[in-house]
């Protein structure tokens, strides 16, 4: 067990509009309960409107770190992701989310921070140095994120490409990558809907990847896209 | 609402310190028109001056509003400074122990509204001792005396000190006091920062903050002694405390526990590492750098008051909880 340490939070020196944004931001109390309730919420709409069903949980890692990435299609996935972790893991979740989207004005910024625990990814300058940010949370802290490694939702519900971006963070680490497949998300609720349909939802968790053995570079990244890709569309084609 | 009417010398302080504010800037004209102002001075005491425009009014408005919005303000000013605490010891990371220093704050705050001192005192051992129970259940020794003493003194500081401050409220000259402090306590700084560009030689504490002189303390410990003494006699007028004894007494508890203060936050961001508590005030930092000063003056004044007669707490005692 590990002594007590004076640990500032790592977003003290910022101003307030900052924090929000900031990728060192923590939780204090208020945050913290804000987030207990909306994920009691969002667990009972899940459950009662989508009549979620959730196979696989066991391949969970026990404890932070860990990533979970998944298919992009509806603003649905990162809520069904987030819902599918143990309670104790509850504060430590972090779902990457489009900076364009739920970090633009200040009040989004603040429901995504205070609500959602969400970290922005800026799609149009996101820089090597915001995925170098990311990986040193993730190794220093007991952080676990949340990502869609097709960078975008899909139009036409089929599975994208993954991007590379994610091998940035996990490259050359012990950090387990679970890959997920949610089925029924782009029929409930499609880019462009305004409100979901009642239609049922199916989360499969898989087996989670490490990438210790991978060089952290281009093709180090490359790799864990193909490999992680390969493992989301097993997952999907799965007849169980 | 103020179940007893403005009090002259609330609104006479507050005219003084608005008169102050407008001043300010043809002082700075004055200066930069004497060439004693560069320009990184210049920017640093402009941000500084903009950041009092705002925090004077947010501070003397509650206390002059009445009673209930002056004990709300206060809490809310010892809420965010428990905050900034909390987040730069890491303490914020123990949830359980947060709680109860919150839970601890708010109930001192009803204990207040309600103007039941006996409620008031029995908290503060009453918290303490579930901060130092409650610890267990985490069942992590590790760092347990930490993460206790760490709850206690933040619930010491910011919930039963600033608690003191907001006590006043109760009493008859609640407003015009608490206003005075406020005003004393800034002044206290000013003082002391002035007599130590003047007079300052020897420094004061080297390690624990190196800018100041044992000059800069004496010159405001004269300073303000003199200026509170004069209010407290302007507001305690014909009461046992208008003495010069009291009146010297009081000036100077208000002086040296502001420095003491003062020190304290330094002594605790030493010990962490850190510059300023937080950002939240543009030139000055975390609130916890602007408000250090006043978190001793609560409670040594209100005890010196109380034990001289000074202090009525006329209102009915009980308010909401008595019979």
């Known amino acids: ?240 | 609402m103020n179940l007893f009417g403005l009090h002259p010398m609330a609104l006479g302080i507050t005219a003084g310190i608005a008169a102050a504010l407008l001043a300010t800037p043809l002082i700075f004209l004055v200066l930069e028109k004497a060439g004693k102002l560069p320009p990184a001075l210049r920017s640093d005491l402009w941000t500084r001056y903009k950041s009092w425009l705002i925090l004077a009014p947010l501070m003397v408005g509650p206390l002059l509003a009445g009673r209930v919005p002056a004990i709300v303000g206060v809490f809310v000013l010892a809420a965010l400074c428990y905050r900034e605490f909390a987040r730069a010891t890491g303490l914020f990371r123990e949830r359980l122990v947060s709680a109860i220093v919150s839970i601890g704050g708010i109930l001192l705050t009803f204990a207040i509204l309600d103007n039941w001192l006996g409620f008031f005192n029995a908290l503060q051992t009453l918290i303490v001792c579930l901060i130092v129970i409650f610890s267990l259940f985490a069942d992590q020794p590790k760092g347990y005396i930490q993460r206790v003493a760490l709850g206690v003194l933040a619930f010491m500081l910011f919930g039963v000190s600033l608690g003191h401050f907001s006590f006043f409220a109760n009493d008859r000259l609640g407003a015009p006091l608490q206003i005075a402090i406020l005003l004393c306590v800034e002044l206290n700084d000013v003082f002391a920062y002035c007599s130590g560009k003047t007079f300052g030689r020897r420094k004061l504490s080297p390690n624990t903050s190196p800018n100041k002189t044992i000059g800069g303390a004496l010159g405001a410990a004269v300073l303000t002694t003199a200026l509170f003494g004069f209010l407290v006699h302007c507001i305690f007028r014909g009461t046992p405390i208008d003495r010069p004894v009291h009146l010297i007494a009081l000036g100077l508890l208000l002086s040296l526990t502001g420095q003491w203060g003062d020190l304290v936050m330094s002594s605790i961001k030493r010990d962490l590492g850190i510059k300023d508590m937080g950002a939240t005030i543009p030139g000055h930092g975390g609130l916890l750098d602007r408000f250090d000063s006043l978190i001793f003056v609560g409670p040594a004044l209100f005890h010196y008051l109380a034990y001289f007669g000074g202090l009525t707490l006329d209102l009915p005692a009980r308010i909401f909880t008595g019979h």
């Open chain 1, 1 to 240: 067990m590990d002594d007590w340490q004076y640990r500032p939070a790592g977003d003290l020196h910022l101003k307030p509009g900052e924090s929000l944004r900031s990728l060192q931001r923590e939780a204090g109390l208020i945050s913290s309960l804000t987030q207990t309730a909306w994920r009691a919420l969002v667990r009972a709409y899940l459950r009662g409107y989508h009549r979620l069903r959730i196979d696989g949980a066991e391949n969970l890692p026990a404890q932070a770190p860990f990533v979970m990435i998944g298919n992009h299609t509806s603003h649905l996935d990162a809520l069904v992701l987030a819902s599918a972790m143990p309670w104790r893991l509850r504060r430590s979740v972090f779902p990457i989310a489009a900076g364009d989207v739920f970090f633009e004005t200040p009040a989004v910024a603040l429901f995504s921070a205070m609500m959602l625990n969400a970290l922005p990814m800026w799609r149009k300058r996101c820089g090597s140095h915001a995925m170098q940010e990311l990986r040193d949370r993730l190794l220093s802290g007991p952080s676990i994120y949340i990502l869609f490694p097709e960078g975008t939702r899909s139009r036409d519900g089929s599975l994208g490409r993954f991007k590379p971006g994610l091998g940035m963070i996990v490259a050359g680490s012990s950090v387990p990558v679970v890959p997920c497949h949610l089925e029924g998300a782009f029929a409930a609720s499609p880019p462009g809907a305004r409100l979901p349909r009642p239609l049922p939802l199916r989360l499969r968790i898989g087996p989670p990847l490490t990438f210790a053995n991978l060089s952290n570079d281009r093709s180090g990244w490359q790799e864990i896209a193909t490999r992680l890709e390969a493992a989301v569309s097993a997952l999907r084609d799965s007849k169980s």
